[in-house]
């Protein structure tokens, strides 16, 4: 072993280290300040223990808040509808382009590409001319619709498919299924780890979305959360204890489904066939 080697995995594991603290601390630090009153946080005092422990914050939210379950169960309900949809228009999109022969293939691909190469704060006016001529501000449709198919990752499941072995879906034909069929029975069951990877990406994207529902919200029963915490910042006062207690609960969904998907994300795809 040479010293090069010997002394790379050492600096290599310090370096993963330092990061992780680095990216710990803030969530520490906001942790520590939701369970700590506002007067202490603005005191400019240091300490990730809190020196007055306290549970009112979460019993504000909880409690004194009525809005905050409209808020939270808008948030979820938006994050599914718009995870779902991707996965299935997103992944038949990929599919028809990766196996699919049709007129225009190469035109709508091209378009794919040229979608991507389009800043979405670009796309936020017409977005919200189009939401208002429908009449869609303030509605879950107006939420969700837009959102529901996106083009990174209809290139990514394009790119998925194109790998995809031919011989299972020449497998399914001769059984006399359809393209259909063959996709929701055979293909979509074996691309679990591009379908997690999806998943996780747009339901973070969806479920820390600020500036769509700031754009297109403006009744406070139908706010999601990132909108909901704002109203928690005033002119003159921002009270960071209730905004840090609520920021806790607003990770909690997210660590889930992240942990709920993490087996198929990091799985590599492996196929297998054999005589029956």
Known sequence: ?????FWAAPILYTILILYAILTFLPFAWALSASFKPLAEIVSGVDGLIPQ???TENYQQIF??????????FNSVFVAVCVTLGNLVFNSMAGYALARI???GKQLWFFIILAVLMVPGQVTL???????KNLGWLNSYQGLIVPSIVNATFIFMMRQFFINFPKELEEAAALDGLGYLETFFQVVLPLAKPALAAQAIFIFMGAWNNFLT???ILSDPEMFTLPLGLNTFKGQY????????AASMIFTLPALLIYA??????????TFTGGKG
């Open 52 to 54: 007055q422990f306290t």
């Open 63 to 72: 409690v004194q808040e009525p809005l905050f379950f409209r808020w939270l």
């Open 213 to 215: 529902p700031l754009l």
């Open 1 to 5: 072993m040479t010293a090069k080697s």
């Open 237 to 244: 006062i921002s009270y960071w204890n209730y905004i840090m």
């Open 101 to 103: 022969q049709f007129p």
């Open 260 to 269: 709920f998907f993490n087996r198929y994300f990091i799985q590599g795809v």
């Open 125 to 131: 006016i017409p977005t919200f001319l189009i939401l």
